[in-house]
């Protein structure tokens, strides 16, 4: 069978030409194999070979000759039901037709490169400027326009243009973080310390009026405030309005959850943003009728400032527990004490028989916060001297006729609660003068300061030529009356929307270790290299494999990249979009903030753990251990994890857990709030784990309504669904994965039997004080099936054991994705060879995910553009 190999020929030939020469296809194979079923009559999947030419240098026919080379390698095609060619027909076949399709990709990639020009996604952008200006903490992402995604992730060229709408807000948000760097004070702020409890705060006066909060005395329910066991019980509202009362230095005990309006205020809001020093003591009992007794294991709580959580810690049973963390905090933030272990059940405490008197369940203690703060190591601020150096800040004298600096809003702003009329709010609320950078000679000043910052911001060695551009437009400012701050200002602004900061520039061909680090340090950190990169880069050092592997190794250790496990993980497996759906409060009541955040935290650990310890690729499908805490083991029915932490927790044998697909994040953003879909989780996983894409929903294919009532099982309807011709290929790939993850639920629970709110028994399930839920136990799961090589299986157990029994094929999948994030490019057909070289280099470490890491930096697609 040579019918390929005077194709390759022409092919080849075209290689100097624009267009490559259209030559007949190879009929005798296709003739006795495909014509049957993809001819101008039958035409299935929308394919018809008999008019397909081998014009490869054609996009649309090239990728349909790599799906017919893909259907044959795979054994999908022809159909199980279908004589088979022999193994030496396809071999010829597929030998003949790779050749073919990589001599026309190398001819595309030669003409056009394989990554294109492209500018920081706003996630790098917000990095970057964090980094190079010292603000770790600096929010504006937010700002700037969501960025084009391509292939699942946003870091490919091809979807990041610039619109001036987009130039506008990179504006914006340079100005922000102008704002946030420069100092405006000679000063620091003064430092606030104070014990602050919860007795102080009108929000919680008000659950302790409706009984449903407890106050303590030494640990014990105080008698001068009896919990209500109805509304009228309640003490007169006059004595809650009393000053004498709101002196009271007690601990209130929480019996419900934060509820919109009623969120815990702990009466405290900056004056000045910067680092604070918070400490938290906290306990927790069980509230039976009166009494105080223990609890089998500590309930959690959560400090937060809207919508940022600050940390969750332990509230454990009788014992006072003091817990310290160090965040930034901005002007005006209201710090929140969260009972987040506390479930919503429909009803106010005050609102149930016998109020909080006569409550049985769990209960949180607030003794007392401590704030001091803002901390700052120097004055001014690194932010500031990354700007200025030493130049010294001096009152702005208006005599000048020069414009004055522009500074933010002024500090006064404060949050919910001050100031008190018996208590002057802490700090310095006076105005401050008017203070600015002085320099003696500001254009001497400028050279001198944009010669250390340009390189910085440009990743590279900036020319005098190009310094002495930016100092021109220091220069044009003075000229126009600008003070020294507001003329520098000026120009860090312009570097900070160029195209030189905006854009990563790589030459074509292999990367000078400039490029080489700037595509490391925004692929491992998401933002720009630092100082050790870049000097081993100007060396020439770089690229040397043995520095290369140990600059790996330190990034990934670095606690910078945690922005690429968040990132990365967000991307390839969708966990942003963990809000797209609320579940339905009336089939998941036991979905809350805490589990949404604790499952974002187990992905994130696991990976991590993967990473550090160079674990094999197919944990990503089935592991023998999972990342935990003790809400998470709950939901998942594991026993004796105890606390709010996330660990390495080793799985039982018949657990039901192992790998990111029985997470319940992954499960949750496969799904919508009521039901799971077979066909979105089945394109998931042979998408993104197994590396088999698939083709867009053919036109004017109706999609699966979704049976809230639970009477009719997504397995019925999909059956129906699959009787369309058109449907029934890309169904024997995608529904496998779909069927067999069917034992879990939207929120990530398992099941044997589907939730319904029309028939069915009662669930079962109570809440920790004892309600109940609407729900009930409806028709039961099948998660039985076959895959695409008419393997059997009976449940996603049996599925995983088929699936880790090919290596090679999750390996491959995973490492793509890593390729395509790191180079901001897919694997295109011919980079196969490369993808083959590195699962070649890491088998022996069964492609453990570090060594797929490290292989990836050394290939020829990281290396070369």
């Known amino acids: 069978m040579r019918y390929l190999s005077p194709i390759l020929a022409l092919l080849l030939a075209a290689r100097l030409t624009p267009s490559a020469t259209a030559a007949p296809p190879p009929a005798a194979f296709l003739e006795q194999h495909c014509y049957s079923c993809h001819d101008g009559d039958a035409k299935k999947g929308g394919i018809d070979l008999t008019a397909l030419k081998l014009q490869l240098d054609d996009r649309d026919a090239f990728q349909t000759w790599v799906k017919v080379h893909d259907a044959v390698a795979n054994g999908d095609m022809p159909p ?16 003949d037709l790779d050749k073919a399709l990589v001599a026309a990709d190398e001819s595309r990639i030669a003409r056009q490169g394989r990554a294109t020009f492209r500018r920081l996604t706003r996630v790098e952008y917000e990095n970057a400027v964090r980094d190079l200006l010292d603000l770790p903490h600096l929010e504006i992402k937010e700002i700037l326009p969501a960025d084009g995604s391509r292939h699942g992730f946003d870091k490919v060229g091809e979807a990041l243009d610039l619109s001036h709408v987009q130039l506008a807000r990179y504006l914006e948000a340079a100005d922000r973080a102008l704002d946030a760097a420069i100092a405006t004070r000679v000063t620091p702020p003064p430092v606030v310390k104070r014990r602050i409890y919860p007795t102080e705060s009108f929000k919680f006066h008000m659950n302790l009026k409706l009984g449903s909060a407890i106050l303590l005395k030494d640990g014990q329910p105080d008698p001068i405030w009896p919990v209500a066991k109805e509304k009228h019980d309640a003490p007169d509202m006059a004595t809650i309005k009393s000053p004498d009362f709101f002196k009271l230095k007690q601990s209130v005990a929480l019996l419900t959850p934060n509820l919109e309006g009623w969120l815990k205020s702990m009466t405290f809001a900056p004056m000045f943003a910067g680092k604070y020093r918070l400490r938290l003591s906290t306990w927790s009992f069980h509230w039976n009728a009166g009494k105080i007794e223990p609890l089998p294991a500590p309930q959690a709580v959560r400090l937060y400032v809207h919508p940022r959580t600050l940390g969750y810690f332990d509230a454990p049973s009788l014992a006072p527990t003091v817990h310290e963390i160090t965040p930034w905090l901005e002007m005006g933030d209201e710090v929140i004490f969260d009972p987040a272990s506390f479930f919503w059940t429909g009803l106010q405490i005050h609102q149930r028989k016998g109020g909080g008197g006569l409550h049985v369940g769990p209960a949180v203690v607030v003794d007392w916060m401590e704030v001091e703060g803002p901390l700052y190591e120097q004055w001014p601020p690194e932010s500031h001297r990354r700007l200025f150096g030493d130049l010294p800040l001096k009152p702005f004298d208006a005599a000048t006729g020069l414009k004055p600096p522009t ?56 020319s005098d030529a190009e310094i002495m551009r ?44 400039l490029a080489l680090a700037t595509r490391l340090s925004f692929w491992l950190w998401n933002s720009t290299p630092d100082a050790q990169l870049l000097s081993l880069a100007k060396q020439n050092q770089l690229h040397e494999p043995e520095t290369l592997h140990a600059q790996v190794e330190r990034l990934l250790s670095d606690p910078r990249s945690d922005r690429f496990i968040t990132e990365f993980l967000d991307q390839w497996l969708k966990l942003r979009d963990i809000d797209a759906t609320d579940p339905d409060q009336a089939l998941y009541p036991e979905y809350h903030l805490y589990l949404k955040e604790s499952m974002l935290a187990e992905s994130r650990a696991f990976f991590r753990e993967l990473i550090a310890k160079d674990l094999p690729a197919v944990n990503i499908v089935a592991s023998d ?16 994890v105890v606390g709010n932490a996330i660990r390495r927790v080793p799985l039982p044998p018949d657990s039901h857990r192992g790998g990111f697909l029985t997470q319940a994040s992954v499960l949750k953003v496969t799904a919508n709030g009521t039901v799971s879909s077979p066909v979105v989780r089945g394109v998931f996983v042979t998408e993104r784990l197994l590396g088999r894409p698939i083709p867009p929903v053919p036109p004017g294919v109706a999609a699966i309504d979704p049976d809230t009532r639970g009477a009719t099982t997504i397995r019925e309807q999909l059956a129906k669904h699959r009787t369309d011709a058109s449907c029934a290929a890309c169904h024997l790939k995608m529904d496998p994965p779909g069927l067999a993850l069917e034992s879990y639920d939207v929120i990530g629970g398992y099941r044997d039997r589907y939730r319904s709110l029309d028939k069915g028994t009662s669930g079962g399930f109570k809440f920790p004080d004892g309600q109940g839920v609407r729900y009930k136990a409806g028709p039961p799961v099948d998660a039985s099936g076959e895959t695409a090589q008419a393997e059997p299986f009976q449940n996603f157990a049996d599925f995983q ?45 069964q492609y453990g995910i570090r060594s797929l890491v490290h292989a990836v930096s050394q290939s020829r697609l990281f290396q070369h553009k």
Request: charge should be positive.
């Open 80 to 95: 199980k039901k279908k004589p088979r060619p022999s193994e030496a027909d396809s071999s010829r076949f597929l030998a």
């Open 625 to 640: 251990f999972a990342m935990l805490n003790q809400r998470l083991a709950g939901h998942y029915g594991i026993k004796d």
């Open 407 to 462: 500074h933010a809003a002024p500090v006064q702003k404060l949050g919910y609660g001050w100031p008190k009329p018996w208590e002057i709010p802490p700090g310095d609320s006076k105005p401050q003068p008017l203070v600015t950078v002085a320099s003696p000679a500001p254009l001497e000043d400028a050279k001198r300061l944009l010669a250390n910052f340009l390189p910085r911001a440009f990743r590279r060695d900036v």
């Open 470 to 513: 930016y100092v021109g437009l220091v220069q044009q400012r003075l000229e126009k009356k600008d003070c020294f701050e507001l003329a520098m200002r000026h120009a860090y602004k312009a570097a900070l929307t160029s195209t030189q900061f905006l854009f990563r520039k790589e030459a074509p061909g292999t990367l000078d270790d």
């Open 801 to 845: 054991r088929l699936t880790v029994a090919k290596p090679e094929t999750v390996a491959r999948a995973f490492a793509a994705q890593m390729i395509t994030y790191a180079t901001g490019a897919e694997p295109g057909y011919a980079d196969r060879r490369e993808v083959d070289r590195i699962l070649s280099e890491t088998k022996a470490q």
